[in-house]
């Protein structure tokens, strides 16, 4: 039971640049999310599935998109990498009938 | 205001000392809040999750919440070196389904 499974864990981009990170749970959890984490802004919500076929933006959407490919796996793409973009980019999931989220181990992408 | 607020620290003790990490939040909505354990380089990991006010224990570890003054707290008893990592504080947000995270308070255990 590998949990929430993050590829790959580093990535540098030059600026314009695409990308996807991708995102895989093996807890057959329902909701699926993209956060990012900054020094002194703390974890902030990209986007979040709450089911198969559904996607919502969050806090900080701008520069991303999202694909809920099936039930186990949520992929974010940065279509053209800027250098703001640059950050930690974790996946979490959380199962129908509880708020507790499930983190996976993170990306850590610089954009040069 | 952010949502949630809390003290980023650095906080230093040391081992055995028992240690107190807060956070005050505005929005009284979906008051279910988590606390997370994030060591350098890896991702957030659930330590205690709690929704009604009063004390939840877990082990070293008790959960406090004080819904009047919005306000929770983590106590750790005991500290350990094993200890030394940012403590993440979250409460549900109003859709009840996203996480809204204080920056996070690190904590240094020295042996």
């Known amino acids: 039971n590998a949990g929430v499974t993050q590829t790959p864990k580093f990535q540098v981009l030059k600026t314009g640049q695409s990308m996807t990170l991708q995102c895989a749970q093996d807890?057959?959890?329902?909701?699926m999310y993209w956060y990012r984490q900054d020094p002194g802004m703390g974890l902030r919500l990209i986007y979040y599935s709450a089911s198969e076929g559904t996607t919502d933006k969050g806090e900080v959407p701008n520069g991303y998109n999202v694909s809920r490919l099936n039930k186990r796996e949520f992929s974010l793409r940065l279509e053209s990498a800027a250098p703001s973009q640059t950050s930690v980019y974790f996946c979490a999931s959380r199962s129908e009938g509880s708020y507790e989220q499930y983190f996976g181990p993170g990306t850590r992408l610089t954009v040069t | 205001q952010k949502e949630v607020e809390q003290d980023p620290g650095p906080l230093s003790v040391p081992e055995g000392a028992i240690v107190s990490l807060n956070c005050t939040y505005s929005?009284?909505?979906?008051?279910?809040f988590m606390w997370y354990r994030q060591y350098s380089r890896k991702g957030p990991e659930l330590l205690m999750y709690t929704y009604s006010s009063g004390n939840k224990e877990d082990g070293r570890f008790t959960a406090q919440v004080d819904k009047s003054s919005k306000y929770i707290s983590l106590f750790i008893r005991d500290s350990q070196p094993s200890d030394s990592a940012t403590y993440l504080c979250?409460?549900?947000?109003?859709?009840?389904?996203?996480?809204?995270f204080g920056k996070g308070t690190t904590l240094s255990v020295s042996s």
């Open positions: 929005n009284s909505a979906f008051q279910y």
């Open positions: 807890m057959n959890h329902n909701s």
């Open positions: 979250a409460r549900v947000g109003q859709a009840g389904t996203a996480l809204i």
